[in-house]
C-alpha cells in the first residue's frame, strides 16, 4: 500500500509540474529529438513446434515462458502546426528472447533459450488528442545481430553428449532472421520534456528460419510479440 501511495505522489507531482509548465510556455517546440529506454516483455510463437513435431511422439510437455529485455534508443518527433498530427522515427536496440523448458516420461529435461538482439528502425504516425496524450501505429523493421543467440542445457549430457556440442549443432541449423512488426502505441509528452510510452508489437514475419537437419527439427513460422514500455526525454533546442 505504501508503495502505491508513493506512485500516486510520484504521478502527481509530475502533471502538477507540467501543468505549472504548460501555463508558464507559450511556445511550443514542433521538432523534438530525445532519447527513450525502458523494458520489453516478449515471445516467440510456434518454437516447440520446431524442435518436437506432434507426429513424431508422444510423452512429453513444454513449458513456456516469456522474457524481459532491455530496449533503448534515439528518436525525431514533428509535430503538424495547427494539427493533432506528428510523424515520429526511431532507432534502437531491443532484444528478443524466449524460454522454453522440455520434460519427458523417462526424465529427460532441457532448457531451450533464445536471445536475439536487434537493431531496429521504425516510423509511426501519432495523433494527439489531448495536449500531450497520444496514440500512434506504425511499422517496425528490426535487423538481427546476433542469429545464432540460442543456449541449450540439459541433464542428459551422459546419454546425449555435452551440451555445448548440441548447443552449437542446433545454432547451425536454426538461425535467426530479420524481424517485421507492426506496432500501436499510446502514451503522454509533458511540456518539460519527459515521455511516457507503452506499445506492443505483433510480429508478421517469421524470426526463425530452420535449415534441413538430422534433429527433426522442422520449419515452421515463429513470429514475435512484444510488450513494450520506455521513459524518453526531449532534448531541449531552438528549431
Partial sequence: MKRVFTLLLVLLTIFRIEAQTGRSSNKTNYMQFGIKAGAVYTKITNLSKVLVSESYYTGYTFENSNVWGFTGGLYLNYKFEGSISAIYSEISYSRLGNKLHYSDID???YDFIVKYDYLNLEIWYKAYLIQGLFLGAGPKMGFNLTPGGLYYTSNGEDQFG????????????????????IGLSAGYDFTFGLSIDARYYYGISDVMETEVNNFHFIENNNASRVIQVT?????PYQF
Avoid at 555435452?162 to 512488426?181: A, C, E, H, W, Y
Avoid at 521513459?231 to 532534448?235: H, M, N, P, R, T
Fill in 162 to 181: 555435452p551440451d555445448i556440442r548440441i548447443q552449437q549443432q542446433m545454432r547451425d541449423v536454426l538461425k535467426g532472421r530479420t524481424n517485421f512488426s
Fill in 231 to 235: 521513459l524518453g526525454y526531449a532534448i
Fill in 107 to 109: 526424465d529427460f529435461e
